[in-house]
């Protein structure tokens, strides 16, 4: 099963509970965000997509950010962390 979840343009401390909510909802299959209308990303919003890189990856599951705002991948150089560094490939 596999599910797609458009973030919100500003991922920050107002955002981090309904994140927080629906990426927990989606729990249990592959998930693809899509980050491409997002123009800010603060770091409530890094924390927990580091968090549920890690659940996804001890799941067993894949996850993808794909599309990605510019602003979102200039907001990850500045955390010093690659984009890469929140994929979930599946599992051979």
């Known amino acids: ?16 509970k309904d994140l927080h909510a629906a990426v927990l909802a989606r729990r249990g299959g592959d998930l693809q965000l899509d980050a491409g209308q997002v123009t800010h990303l603060g770091a409530l919003g890094l924390q927990l997509l580091l968090a549920a890189k890690q659940s996804w990856q001890r799941d067993g599951h894949r996850l993808a950010i794909s599309p990605r705002s510019q602003a979102f991948d200039d907001a990850l150089r500045l955390f010093g962390v690659a984009p890469d560094d929140l994929v979930v490939e599946r599992r051979a």
């Open 1 to 16: 099963m596999s599910t797609a979840l458009s973030l919100a343009p500003r991922l920050d401390l107002s955002a981090a």
